[in-house]
């Protein structure tokens, strides 16, 4: 079975800084992977998402992802934070074998100080 | 075009009562899921239909919880009788393709039950 561990709960950062969100996965094969969003209030927004080819991944909002399998991760980074990143961020896992099922890792809590 | 929506947004019951929450997907999208997320612990996945028929009901924690997809179009999801370990956030998503990167989500219902 799949799984996803985002090892971070809450994060700080100050505004202007950079940030790096850690995802691991567990799956024998090569997953889809994906960076949701939600703001408050907010549904899940889709960030970026890969699934094959190059392995580093643009986004939406100025974030990129880049996926190692040799260390099944697939952390998300951004060079500059601005305030309104402030959000909770998930890392989610979906498997060709799975239908297209989702299983989401815990999230991580982002906040941005001024 | 309008994306998935969900009612209520808010819903505040107490045990043994009964709730209902909505989903409308996108139109046309043939796919519509519900998640959950309680007390802040992962989103996991409840249910999937194609059309009216359930493709995927794994995720259903027991039998106090029943979806419908009647016609094909909204879905409900009944709790009946809502424990306090049901309180979180629900959430709806739909695709029109089969595939894991076609989901669009819903804003969630928070249901807290008392």
């Known amino acids: 079975a799949q799984s996803v561990t985002q090892p971070d709960i809450h994060i700080t950062v100050s505004e202007g800084a950079s940030l790096e969100l850690r995802c691991n996965y567990s799956y024998g094969a090569t997953p889809y992977l994906f960076w949701y969003v939600q703001s408050p209030g907010q549904g899940l927004q889709l960030l970026l998402k890969?699934?094959?080819?190059?392995?580093l991944v643009q986004g939406i909002k100025g974030f990129e992802a880049e996926f190692k399998r040799s260390q099944s991760s697939f952390n998300l980074r951004k060079p500059s934070v601005h305030w309104s990143d402030a959000a909770e961020y998930f890392c989610?896992?979906?498997?060709?074998?799975?239908?297209?099922?989702?299983?989401f890792g815990g999230g991580t809590r982002l906040m941005v100080k001024p | 075009e309008a994306g998935v929506t969900q009612f209520p947004s808010h819903s505040v019951i107490e045990k043994g009562q009964t709730v209902t929450l909505r989903c409308d997907p996108i139109s046309g999208h043939d796919n519509l899921y519900w998640y959950r997320r309680v007390m802040g612990k992962e989103i996991k996945f409840l249910l999937h239909?194609?059309?009216?028929?359930?493709?995927?009901e794994s995720g259903m924690p027991n039998n106090r919880f029943l979806a419908e997809r009647t016609g094909g179009t909204y879905s409900t999801l009944k709790v009946q009788p809502a424990e306090l370990e049901d309180s979180g956030v629900y959430f709806c998503?739909?695709?029109?393709?089969?595939?894991?990167?076609?989901?669009?989500f819903g804003s969630g219902t928070r249901l807290t039950v008392v």
């Open positions: 989610a896992v979906g498997a060709e074998n799975a239908g297209n099922m989702l299983t």
């Open positions: 239909f194609v059309k009216e028929s359930k493709q995927d």
């Open positions: 890969y699934f094959s080819g190059d392995t």
């Open positions: 998503a739909s695709s029109q393709v089969y595939r894991a990167d076609g989901y669009t």
